[in-house]
């Protein structure tokens, strides 16, 4: 099984900042990652798949990047509604698998 | 638009099994592949496995091999996920997904499991 590691776990930020979350596979994933943002008692949301295509409907200031083995979530300017829980998933081979997420919380 | 409805929560006892069901509207259901994952309380994510309905081919994690089963119904757009023998770490929220271009881009709302004696 791709091993997921997500750094840092979770971080504080402000309105406004720039946040960078980064993901590590065990093993090359290719460009098979995706990022999902959860929010408190709902679903996951698809933002970012295949490292660095934007969802159809998210905002522009998401965007995503690497591949193999490393791959970045940038947040260029932090909105009040993207306090939230970030999740990256393989989907280069199964069992799909994800990292244990970031959890970004309002400074 | 792709919509996904599960079935509502339960309650089950240690050693029982649990059926959740997840009907899909919108789309072309027979068309693509449906995976299950779940979080437990204050958890991450994880796969369990995934139906290609048109298939009717199912494969699963290997942590769950042999105690889940995935089945879908074509004529209802309805997939299932059963889970045997549970136990209480079983207790969590069950999430049904459309498994599109190696993508989960459309989720169920959640279905909460509780084992508990």
């Known amino acids: 099984d791709i091993q997921m590691t997500q750094s840092p776990s979770s971080l504080s930020a402000s309105v406004g900042d720039r946040v960078t979350i980064t993901c590590r596979a065990s093993?090359?994933?290719?460009?098979?990652l995706n990022w999902y943002q959860q929010k408190p008692g709902t679903a996951p949301k698809l933002l970012i798949y295949?490292?660095?295509s934007l969802q159809s409907g998210v905002p522009s200031r998401f965007s995503g990047s690497g591949s193999g083995t490393d791959f970045t979530l940038t947040i260029s300017s932090l909105q009040p509604e993207d306090f939230a829980t970030y999740y990256c998933?393989?989907?280069?081979?199964?069992?799909?698998?994800f990292g244990q997420g970031t959890k970004v919380e309002i400074k | 638009q792709v919509q996904l409805v599960q079935s509502g929560a339960e309650v089950k006892k240690p050693g029982s099994s649990v059926k959740v069901s997840c009907k899909a509207s919108?789309?072309?259901?027979?068309?693509?592949?449906i995976s299950w994952v779940r979080q437990a309380p204050g958890q991450g994510l994880e796969w369990m496995g995934r139906?290609?309905?048109?298939?009717?081919?199912?494969n699963y994690a290997q942590k769950f091999q042999g105690r889940v089963t995935i089945t879908a119904d074509k004529s209802t757009s309805t997939a299932y996920m059963e889970l045997s023998s549970l136990r209480s770490e079983d207790t969590a929220v069950y999430y049904c997904?459309?498994?599109?271009?190696?993508?989960?881009?459309?989720w169920g709302q959640g279905t909460l499991v509780t084992v508990s004696s």
């Open positions: 919108g789309g072309t259901f027979s068309s693509y592949t």
């Open positions: 998933q393989q989907s280069y081979s199964t069992p799909w698998t």
């Open positions: 093993q090359s994933s290719s460009s098979y």
């Open positions: 997904a459309r498994d599109h271009l190696s993508t989960l881009d459309y």
């Open positions: 295949a490292a660095s």
């Open positions: 139906i290609i309905p048109i298939l009717g081919i199912a």
